[in-house]
């Protein structure tokens, strides 16, 4: 069974820095790509950066919004069986419920195209 853990989130402020992590159970990165989303109240779900399926630990996002290009990094840790969401230079804008998902095949960016979802982590930026 697919299970995403997601943890790391809290309140920051303008400018501050943050990891986010995904802990990842019941498949293989072979087959699944993973990525993260995020929610503001109101708003809707927005991809924010992607891995295709592929073995091996990567550092190399498959995509990377506009929205937090520069400064948000994605990254997996295959020993860990976890993904990371690295967050610099935070904005009050980035105020967000952060989610993990996975899905089979390649990286979507549209949240209805994943199958498997953690149960989000509450990220607030304000000074």
């Known amino acids: 069974q697919v299970q995403l853990v997601e943890s790391g989130g809290g309140l920051v402020q303008p400018g501050d820095s943050l990891r986010l992590s995904c802990a990842v159970s019941g498949f293989t990165w072979h087959y699944y790509s993973i990525g993260w989303f995020r929610q503001a109240p109101g708003k809707e779900r927005e991809g924010l950066s992607f891995l295709n399926s592929r073995d091996g630990n990567t550092h190399v996002a498959d995509y990377v919004a506009d929205s937090v290009k520069g400064r948000f990094t994605i990254s997996r840790d295959d020993a860990k069986n976890t993904v990371y969401l690295q967050m610099n230079n935070l904005k009050p804008e980035d105020t967000a419920v952060y989610y993990c998902?996975?899905?089979?095949?390649?990286?979507?960016?549209?949240?209805?195209?994943?199958?498997?979802w953690g149960q989000g982590t509450q990220v607030t930026v304000s000074s």
């Open positions: 998902a996975a899905k089979v095949g390649p990286i979507a960016t549209i949240h209805h195209s994943y199958n498997y």
